[in-house]
């Protein structure tokens, strides 16, 4: 058995057809009551404890009781390899994988909310958990054998929203007699967006601020651009 209690209360009964004589646990003499129960608390000591009960009637026979109690005071370590902790991903369904250093019961929520079924495990554990629009909270729990209890998180941003896109100038199918203007616009979206502008096969990458980007254009003149 396991326990995180460093105090243990070793509680039991012992009964003859003559008399009980004694009961003693680890060499130390219990009280027993007059209906032959007895209690009485024991130190542990980190790792495998065993503990002797032995009963002794009147006429010299002995039972023994031998068990091994192990205290873990130890909580779960857990690590968590999927996802990465801030990422951002357009798939509703995430797999929540990692290892737990002990024997354990794993849960998940994500948000607050139960997501996939526990499972027990002795090293590692793989569980698809689905994921809401925006920011979620994934929370791993590991439960040991002994009751101690290791948590981790990981905050993954689910979008699988398109960008908004607006080009406020120049308008659409304009003409001109500059041989230069300036295209811009204004980008918005749950996440950070970058910006592509192609023309005649050159690309340009502006900047983002605050949601609007500018991009200088320059012209061959007579000649029709899409």
Do not use: C, H, W
């Amino acid at each position: 058995a396991y326990t995180n209690n460093a105090t243990l209360n070793i509680a039991g009964t012992a009964t003859d057809n003559i008399e009980v004589q004694s009961v003693t646990i680890n060499g130390a003499a219990a009280v027993v009551n007059a209906d032959g129960s007895f209690s009485q608390a024991i130190a542990l000591a980190p790792g495998a404890n065993v503990v002797t009960t032995v009963a002794t009637d009147t006429a010299g026979n002995v039972t023994r009781d031998v068990r091994t109690i192990t205290l873990d005071q130890a909580a779960p370590v857990i690590t968590i390899t999927n996802p990465a902790d801030n990422s951002v991903t357009n798939d509703v369904s995430s797999a929540v994988t990692g290892t737990v250093n002990k024997t354990a019961t794993i849960s998940f929520t994500v948000n607050g909310a139960s997501a996939g079924p526990e499972t027990a495990s002795d090293d590692g554990f793989s569980v698809p958990v689905d994921l809401t629009y925006g920011q979620n909270t994934i929370q791993v729990t590991a439960t040991d054998l002994a009751g101690n209890i290791g948590t981790a998180k990981r905050t993954v941003t689910f979008d699988d929203q398109n960008p908004a896109l607006s080009i406020t100038y120049p308008a659409e199918d304009m003409a001109t007699d500059q041989n230069q203007i300036t295209l811009t616009g204004q980008v918005s979206d749950l996440t950070p967006v970058t910006v592509k502008v192609t023309m005649d096969g050159n690309s340009f990458t502006p900047a983002v601020v605050d949601g609007t980007f500018s991009q200088a254009l320059s012209f061959i003149p007579l000649t029709t651009y899409d």
